[in-house]
């Protein structure tokens, strides 16, 4: 197998590892295969969006959602260091409220696996980071919601020892108790 999964604290958030071919050269791996994803994660997704950003020490992104048109979404860091976060916002799940934070980095060439129903976001921790992520849906800007990186109610251990730099929508997000929710 060219991939190995890794539950996480949140059943359905997991990672997965691809097999690293490396000599003098370089390395080489799949960075996604949707048959082994299919067969070793969850079948029947499909990705129809690609995303790229590039950020600098301390940016925060997060944490995104949205209500109608929700997203799965696999991420990356293909540069640098981030702490990737999910939180599950499905009232009816009995980890509604919980969070589940993950290293990825250029060189541990991991991904995450975020279904729809969570809020993602991450933190870098590197002088800078370039992160990937193939969505499950479109960008639907009039759906799209913003839960607080720092709610007390959720409690994210952030490994930061710095205030992070925010977007003004991440600034403005809403606490869990106040928030827009999946069913």
């Given at each position: 197998?060219a991939?190995?999964?890794?539950?996480?604290?949140?059943?359905?958030?997991?990672?997965?590892?691809?097999?690293v071919?490396?000599?003098?050269?370089?390395?080489?791996?799949?960075?996604?295969?949707?048959?082994?994803?299919?067969?070793?994660?969850?079948?029947?997704?499909?990705?129809?969006?690609?995303?790229?950003?590039?950020?600098?020490?301390?940016?925060?992104?997060?944490?995104?959602?949205?209500?109608?048109?929700?997203?799965?979404?696999?991420?990356?860091?293909?540069?640098?260091?981030?702490?990737?976060?999910?939180?599950d916002?499905?009232?009816s799940s009995?980890?509604?409220?919980?969070?589940?934070?993950?290293?990825?980095?250029?060189?541990?060439?991991?991904?995450?696996?975020?279904?729809?129903?969570?809020?993602?976001?991450?933190?870098?921790?590197?002088?800078?980071?370039?992160?990937l992520?193939?969505?499950?849906?479109?960008w639907?800007?009039?759906?799209?919601?913003?839960?607080?990186?720092?709610?007390?109610q959720?409690?994210?251990?952030?490994?930061?020892?710095?205030?992070?730099?925010?977007?003004?929508?991440?600034?403005?997000?809403?606490?869990?108790?106040?928030?827009?929710?999946?069913?």
């Amino acid at each position: 197998m060219a991939i190995s999964v890794t539950a996480t604290t949140l059943p359905e958030v997991v990672i997965v590892e691809p097999k690293v071919f490396g000599d003098a050269r370089g390395f080489f791996f799949e960075s996604f295969n949707a048959r082994e994803f299919a067969a070793q994660v969850v079948p029947g997704v499909e990705f129809v969006q690609d995303n790229h950003s590039r950020s600098v020490r301390g940016v925060l992104r997060g944490m995104h959602y949205q209500i109608e048109h929700a997203q799965g979404k696999l991420v990356r860091a293909v540069e640098g260091d981030v702490f990737d976060v999910a939180v599950d916002l499905r009232r009816s799940s009995p980890n509604f409220g919980k969070w589940v934070g993950v290293h990825l980095s250029a060189e541990n060439h991991r991904s995450l696996w975020v279904p729809p129903g969570f809020a993602h976001g991450f933190v870098v921790l590197s002088e800078s980071a370039q992160f990937l992520y193939k969505t499950t849906d479109y960008w639907h800007p009039e759906f799209e919601r913003c839960l607080a990186w720092d709610d007390p109610q959720i409690g994210i251990d952030w490994p930061i020892d710095f205030q992070p730099i925010l977007a003004g929508k991440d600034a403005m997000g809403c606490r869990l108790a106040d928030a827009q929710l999946y069913a």
